[in-house]
């Protein structure tokens, strides 16, 4: 069965970075483009980045433009967010997504804190 795992979320001080990891199972995962959204308390889930399959083709929210780079690693079934200049604004839960057999998957979520 498909399954996501997220890791690499904590709490970071607001300018600093983390790296978001999304290890993929149960599909083929070179084959799916692949997203990142994410929740904050007290809202809703919002998307963040996107990924084509190949990796060749990537696209960002507007709050997240310049700072967040998304990537993945299709030998190692893993997608990857790279956070740089962290705001108190990003703090939420992040988790990956793929859409698949006309459904999404999603993982259970990590945290991110931003906060000084």
């Known amino acids: 069965q498909v399954q996501l795992v997220e890791s690499g979320g904590g709490l970071v001080q607001p300018g600093g970075s983390l790296r978001l990891s999304c290890a993929a199972s149960?599909?083929?995962?070179?084959?799916?483009?692949m997203r990142w959204y994410r929740q904050a308390p007290g809202k809703e889930r919002e998307f963040v980045s996107f990924?084509?399959?190949?990796?060749?083709?990537?696209n960002y929210a507007d709050s997240v433009k310049g700072p967040f780079t998304i990537s993945r690693d299709n030998v190692k079934n893993t997608m990857y967010l790279q956070m740089n200049s962290l705001k108190p604004e990003g703090t939420a839960v992040y988790y990956c997504?793929?859409?698949?057999?006309?459904?999404?998957?999603w993982g259970q979520g990590t945290q991110v804190t931003v906060s000084s």
């Open positions: 997504n793929v859409w698949r057999n006309s459904r999404h998957y």
């Open positions: 990924v084509t399959s190949t990796g060749g083709s990537t």
């Open positions: 149960g599909f083929t995962f070179s084959n799916y483009d």
